[in-house]
């Protein structure tokens, strides 16, 4: 008989069984899949770490979470900077002075700000009625032509003037030289990869992968006095009230014979034409230099039940199904829920290292 059985050896199931395993617990983890570590997954192709659930950078402005990862690897210094390409012209994301000076050949923050408000102030609409108008709202034309619309249109299959405005709430812009696209105080991608870090959380624990919860559920049930379950929360009760829907992506991983493909990690496709969002090169990632490389398409598409759910669609009819989910989650005492599917939200790493900390202090 196990303490917990957990459904899930991504992030959040793999550091509650750490915990759990910890305190003397008697624990099972099992996955659907033939790995652990969930999307964070880097596999070791070519010497190369290749993320293969997409571009994992590790970010965060907690030292408790900092700390807490760091007993389990070591970050590099690596600092996001995308890039963008749109037909052949490159610019430097987030929108910064760096982009402004490209675009319009100009050099002080002065001479940005006015550009921007000129072109915010000509189409200007009180109440945006789809994410168009937010956006130019937010950042003018040029920069929503050339670096908003066919990046946002692939990503969500949709035009956008057909999308609602909520989607961009703001867009991160600076007036100042600085490309790291995130503001966090620690930031980097784990030496090694992040599977080494699920092989440390789950040192000493029984892992059954290749095992469908849903394929034998009953029997499963009775070998454990409680279950923490982190896949799709609309699964575990059997679509009761109707799936929830999601965007997917198609990712396309390619070894190729050079040594330097694209000189960065990721870059965005910003037009309407190239049919993938970003290639991300792996090996960027960790400041390699060996003789091939490997790179990685990204097709954004629809979702249908069976595939990987990626981005909750968490517009006003899913949140309202998530809601009745969640009553009936928070009246469960054998069951906990937890995680970007159970919970329904797009978290990232940090979050969720935050949200199984939550956890443990209530359960253990
Ligand atoms: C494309 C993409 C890029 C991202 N980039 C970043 C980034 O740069 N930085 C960042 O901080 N975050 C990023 N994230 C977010 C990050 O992936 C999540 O925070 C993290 O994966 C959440 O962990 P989890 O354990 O909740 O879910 P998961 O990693 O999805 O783990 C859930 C596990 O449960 C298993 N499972 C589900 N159902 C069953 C079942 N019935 N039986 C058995 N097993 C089951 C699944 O196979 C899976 O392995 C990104 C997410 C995506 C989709």
């Given at each position: 008989m196990y303490d917990y059985l957990i459904v899930g050896a991504g992030l959040y199931g793999a550091i509650f069984a750490y915990e759990a395993n910890k305190r003397e617990k008697k624990v099972l983890v099992i996955d659907k899949?033939?790995?652990?570590?969930?999307?964070?997954y880097t596999k070791n192709i070519e010497n190369i770490n290749v993320h293969m659930y997409g571009a994992h950078i590790f970010h965060t402005s907690s030292i408790k979470v900092w700390d807490y990862l760091n007993n389990f690897t070591k970050f590099n210094n690596y600092i996001n900077s995308p890039i963008a390409n749109y037909k052949g012209e490159i610019y430097n994301l987030p929108f910064n002075m760096n982009t402004f000076s490209k675009i319009w050949d100009i050099s002080r923050p002065e001479e940005a700000k006015e550009i921007i408000n000129k072109q915010r102030k000509l189409l200007?609409?009180?109440?945006?009625?789809n994410l168009e108008e937010q956006a130019i709202n937010l950042i003018g034309t040029d920069i929503y032509e050339k670096l908003v619309k066919g990046y946002t249109e692939k990503q969500w299959g949709k035009k956008t003037t057909d999308l609602p405005p909520f989607i961009i709430k703001r867009l991160p812009v600076?007036?100042?030289?600085?490309?790291?696209y995130f503001n966090d105080i620690y930031q980097g991608i784990p030496i090694g990869g992040y599977t080494r870090i699920f092989d440390k959380l789950l040192k000493g624990i029984d892992v059954k992968l290749k095992i469908n919860y849903f394929d034998n559920r009953e029997q499963l049930d009775s070998i454990a006095r409680k279950i923490l379950y982190t896949g799709p929360i609309d699964e575990f009760y059997n679509y009761k009230y109707g799936p929830l829907e999601y965007r997917s992506i198609k990712f396309e991983h390619e070894v190729l014979d050079t040594d330097n493909y694209q000189g960065n990690a990721v870059v965005n496709y910003t037009d309407i034409d190239t049919p993938y969002t970003r290639i991300i090169e792996h090996k960027h990632f960790e400041f390699l230099e060996n003789e091939k490389t490997i790179i990685t398409k990204e097709y954004p598409k629809n979702w249908k039940r069976g595939e990987e759910p990626y981005?909750?669609?968490?517009?006003e009819i899913n949140n309202n199904k998530y809601q009745k989910y969640s009553v009936l989650a928070n009246q469960e005492t054998k069951y906990l829920f937890g995680g970007r599917l159970a919970e329904y939200k797009y978290y990232d790493m940090h979050v969720i290292v935050e949200k199984v900390f939550e956890l443990v202090n209530k359960e253990l």
């Open positions: 899949r033939d790995h652990i570590g969930g999307n964070l200007y609409k009180e109440n945006p009625s600076r007036f100042t030289y600085n490309n790291n981005y909750p669609i968490n517009d």
